[in-house]
């Protein structure tokens, strides 16, 4: 099982087949055509990742689920780790740079992210995720085709070139609307900094607050044309 090599085409018709199906099915298609040590869900503790932490474990209790820890995310983000820990069991493994804030500070200047945030990025989140990808076969995103424009054509299943293997996005047809909803019903851990006004949470550093009537996104990197930080391009 765990050694079949996908065609493109029956990524394609795997996609086609669970595009009209619930979220749960797209988690268990995985299970079915993965071993369990060879995919795992990339959870940065937002609203999506948490929903699917409550699907994958209630599906694949085992399943793994790993996050990037950029050393500059929110108290509260770690504080929603504890707690899908304490709820489901998990046991996320953490990815992170090779280089301490200190050490990047002194090769490239204080706050890098202030100056070059795609060179930041791609020391603390792009590096850090090629490693963790490269232990996977499949990776299980919480991408919505309404999240951006360069997500509007997401699939539910398709070989991501980047990095090479299967990527999964089960949450690709629901609204934000349709995930609170989950978490709610489902009484889900979340980041409490969803309740003031942090829609979209990333780095501390590089989010801030949005006000109402706002993209949701436009507190991540404010002041850049960035909106991406490239894991999902
Ligand atoms: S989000 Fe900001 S602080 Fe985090 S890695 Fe990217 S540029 Fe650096």
Redesign the pocket.
């Known amino acids: 099982m765990s050694s079949k090599t996908w065609t493109e085409e029956e990524l394609k018709k795997a996609s086609e087949s669970l595009e009209g199906k619930a979220p749960e099915e797209a988690i268990k298609w995985v299970a079915a055509n993965f071993d369990v040590k060879d995919f795992s869900l990339a959870c940065s503790f937002g609203p999506e990742d948490v929903a699917l932490v409550h699907m994958l474990t209630g599906i694949k209790p085992d399943a793994r689920v790993f996050y990037l820890d ?1 050393d ?1 995310l929110f108290k509260e983000s770690h504080d929603v780790k504890e707690k899908l820990i304490k709820k489901y069991g998990i046991k996320p493994e953490r990815y992170g740079a090779k280089t301490t804030l200190d050490e990047m500070a002194k090769e490239h200047g204080a706050e ?2 202030k100056r070059e ?1 795609d060179k ?2 791609d020391i ?2 792009m590096i850090p995720l090629a490693t963790a990808l490269s232990t996977l076969k499949a990776w299980i995103t919480g991408i919505r085709r309404d999240q951006a424009p360069t997500r509007a054509n997401a699939p539910v299943v398709s070989w991501d070139a980047k990095f090479k293997l299967v990527k999964i996005n089960p949450l690709v047809r629901w609204t934000s609307d349709d995930v609170w909803n989950y978490i709610r019903k489902n009484d889900i851990p979340y980041n409490v900094l969803h309740d003031k006004n942090y829609p979209s949470i ?2 501390e ?2 989010t801030k607050q949005v006000m109402p009537g706002e993209d949701p996104r436009s507190g991540r ?1 404010a002041g850049f044309q960035k909106t991406e ?1 490239g894991l999902h391009k």
């Open positions: 950029t500059l890098l992210w945030p930041c990025c603390r989140k990333g780095c550093p590089c990197w930080c």
